[in-house]
């Protein structure tokens, strides 16, 4: 039998990403949503990995990017656009199809950014300019599974919608959000991050539904939090500037 290529492993990989968000909407439109939920989850850890097996073969194309577009529109923007449908929003109309449009139409523009940008400086130290789409849906999905775990059901579209909305605006926003946890041991905040892991990990594990959730929403916040004390030290900085008496 002759072997896969290794250059051929990144696509593999990506194609399981693809596979499961294929699922996912399939089990939504079945109203299975918690499974359909996870398998969004399994799409993220695909994503994570095809990167590190390019990495790790070297290989590298544009096709892979391409095709790695195309399974997170899929995964990350279509089946979550499902799902919050089929679960929440179905009985509202024209608005419920609407909000749920919302993170597959602004994901979309997000990729596209991301594909037509990716030698802005944000994306290169380590950061990404806006929310990114796969962090968007495992926000979604993870309040879907954080819910039915504590309440036994799906009973608050009115925070969803928040959540949606705000989560829509962030990938297109201007707010850097860190691409992996940095840690330079050398900072104040480093310590945070080490002690936020220490404590998220073994809770994940024995907890995942209902971990997922919160941990995202002090991952987004942290995003917004940097953005403002970001603009305060420019304000400083430009106060400091015109505070400097001119040479004449």
Known sequence: MRQLPKRHLPSLVTALNLFAGFLSVVYSINGDYVSAAWLILVAAVMDVLDGKVARLVK??????????????????????????????????????????????????????????????????????????????????????????????GFKHPEILTGLTILVSLLMVSKIRYEAMPNFSFKRPQDAI?????????????????????????MFIFSGLLRAIIDHFKRVDDDDEISDIPAVE
């Open 59 to 152: 290989s590298s194309s544009e096709f892979g990017v391409e095709l790695d577009s195309l399974a997170d529109i899929s995964s990350f923007g279509f089946a979550p656009a499902i799902l919050i449908y089929q679960s929440y929003f179905s009985s509202w109309g024209f608005f419920g199809i609407f909000l749920s449009f919302l993170p597959l139409v602004f994901g979309g523009i997000r990729l596209a950014r991301f594909n037509t940008q990716a030698t802005d400086l944000a994306e290169k130290d380590n950061f990404f300019k806006g929310l990114p789409i796969p962090s968007s849906a495992i926000s979604l999905v993870g309040f879907v599974v954080f819910e039915k775990s504590i309440f036994g």
């Open 193 to 217: 991050k080490i002690i936020l892991m220490i404590v998220i990990l073994p809770l994940f594990a024995i907890f995942p539904s209902k971990i997922i959730f919160p941990g995202m929403m």
